[in-house]
T-cell receptor
Framework: EAGVVQSPRYKIIEKKQPVAFWCNPI?????LYWYRQNLGQGPELLIR????????DSQLPKDRFSAERLKGVDSTLKIQPAELGDSAVYLC??????????FGPGTRLTVT | QKEVEQNSGPLSVPEGAIASLNCTYS??????FFWYRQYSGKSPELIMF????GDKEDGRFTAQLNKASQYVSLLIRDSQPSDSATYLC?????????????FGAGTRLAVHP
């Protein structure tokens, strides 16, 4: 079974530029999560989807971050404009039942 | 504020020893608990989950949960250098089917030959 797929794996951009990350969850997984992980910290939830509905986006900085999961499968997370403090690893995870979340390889974003 | 606390380490153990990783959480109503392993530069990988008080064993790994003390631990028996990684404790403090995990900052484990 294929795991969670994310792209790109690495991204370097200048501040104020836009950036987008893509995630394809494990087949059949209805719940999809976007996390941000800063160096030396655990992942922090940004947004959670149940199918195409965003059911928890309370920690998403909505002034610059947006996300979509239009057909309830793959998802895109966007930052516009990026700030220096956005440098982190952005992780996507999915699950088909309560609690057991499986993570993708992540996208390491560096904002210069 | 729902919190999960872990000692950042590093925890250094010799090869073959038992490594004991600890985690405390603030929300007494928490129902499910997870241990993830994260190698440097890689994404978290689920090792074990535990829902009930007591011990749960899977190979060389044992998760221990004490809800009264709000404490969960992971024991790694016969530690190997390949076990060297950061171990993340994650807790779901939300009732029912609300599936949201709060992660600790992780404990770095170093197993030396």
């Amino acid at each position: 079974e294929a795991g969670v797929v994310q792209s790109p794996r690495y991204k370097i951009i200048e501040k104020k530029q836009p950036v987008a990350f893509w995630c394809n969850p494990i087949s059949g997984h209805n719940t999809l999560y976007w996390y941000r992980q800063n160096l030396g910290q655990g992942p922090e939830l940004l947004i959670r989807y149940e199918n195409e509905e965003a059911v928890d986006d309370s920690q998403l900085p909505k002034d610059r971050f947006s996300a979509e999961r239009l057909k309830g499968v793959d998802s895109t997370l966007k930052i516009q404009p990026a700030e220096l403090g956005d440098s982190a690893v952005y992780l996507c995870a999915s699950t088909d039942r309560d609690h057991e979340q499986y993570f993708g390889p992540g996208t390491r974003l560096t904002v210069t | 504020q729902k919190e999960v606390e872990q000692n950042s380490g590093p925890l250094s153990v010799p090869e073959g020893a038992i490594a004991s990783l600890n985690c405390t959480y603030s929300d007494r109503g928490s129902q499910s608990f997870f241990w993830y392993r994260q190698y440097s530069g890689k994404s978290p990988e689920l090792i074990m989950f535990i829902y009930s008080n007591g011990d749960k064993e899977d190979g060389r790994f044992t998760a221990q949960l004490n809800k009264a003390s709000q404490y969960v631990s992971l024991l790694i028996r016969d530690s190997q250098p390949s076990d060297s990684a950061t171990y993340l404790c994650a807790v779901n403090p939300f009732p029912g089917g609300y599936n949201k995990l709060i992660f600790g900052a992780g404990t770095r484990l170093a197993v030396h030959p």
